[in-house]
């Protein structure tokens, strides 16, 4: 089955501290990768996306991430995290055609202290 | 541009009444997207539309739930008769091309948070 999990639930980690945040999926075919933050009361925005190319991605934020084919893991990354990046993070997998819908991992909830 | 606007922010009805979300999407986007957050579930998308057609709507949970697009800018998630289960928050998400259904970059509404009593 089809399948995204963000093992971590919750993390908190220290203004200027790098952040990994741990996605794995589950899936038939090669497939587009999303990581999307969200804001308390907001909807989603898209942090960045791999459809193909170099499996290393840059977004917006500061944040990265690798797809890694061999691990079936698309994890998200941040060299130094800001009070302001304390959100949800979830990320999503689709399928490569133009048909099917993008499933959501459960989230995981970032925590920032000073 | 305002974003995708949904309306209400916030709605408390109770059991058995009928409930209509509304949604006006970013104009020129062509394709929209219903879904529902939950704790239990996370994100789950109901239903989508490309130029106004309704794509796929095999996540709308039952019959009780239905969602219309009659023109470019707007659509409306309506529940009838809603149940306390229905509880969660709804986001109306739009996108500006249909290339990989509709999927190239989402922007989504501030969502409406359903309590049904």
């Known amino acids: 089955a089809q399948s995204v999990t963000q093992p971590d639930i919750h993390i908190t980690v220290s203004e200027g501290a790098s952040l990994e945040l741990r996605c794995n999926y589950s899936?038939?075919?090669?497939?587009?990768l999303f990581w999307y933050v969200q804001s308390p009361g907001q909807g989603l925005q898209l942090l960045l996306k791999?459809?193909?190319?170099?499996?290393l991605v840059q977004g917006i934020k500061g944040f990265e991430a690798e797809f890694k084919r061999s691990q079936s893991s698309f994890n998200l990354r941040k060299p130094s995290v800001h009070w302001s990046d304390a959100a949800e993070y979830f990320c999503?997998?689709?399928?490569?055609?133009?048909?099917?819908?993008?499933?959501f991992g459960k989230g995981t909830k970032l925590s920032v202290k000073p | 541009d305002a974003g995708v606007i949904q309306s209400p922010r916030h709605e408390v009805t109770e059991m058995g009444q009928e409930v209509t979300l509304r949604c006006k999407p970013i104009?020129?986007?062509?394709?929209l997207f219903w879904y529902r957050q939950t704790m239990m579930r996370g994100l789950e998308l109901l239903i989508y539309?490309?130029?106004?057609?309704?794509?796929?709507d095999s996540g709308m949970p039952e019959d009780r739930f239905s969602a219309k697009m009659p023109n470019a800018s707007f659509s409306t998630l309506k529940i009838q008769p809603s149940e306390p289960r229905d509880s969660a928050v709804y986001f109306c998400?739009?996108?500006?091309?249909?290339?990989?259904?509709?999927?190239?970059?989402?922007?989504f509404g501030s969502g409406t948070q359903l309590s049904v009593l």
């Open positions: 899936y038939g075919a090669t497939p587009y």
């Open positions: 104009s020129g986007h062509n394709s």
């Open positions: 791999y459809f193909s190319g170099d499996t």
């Open positions: 539309f490309n130029n106004n057609v309704p794509i796929d």
């Open positions: 999503a997998v689709g399928p490569g055609g133009s048909q099917g819908n993008l499933i």
């Open positions: 998400a739009s996108s500006p091309t249909e290339k990989h259904g509709g999927r190239e970059k989402l922007f």
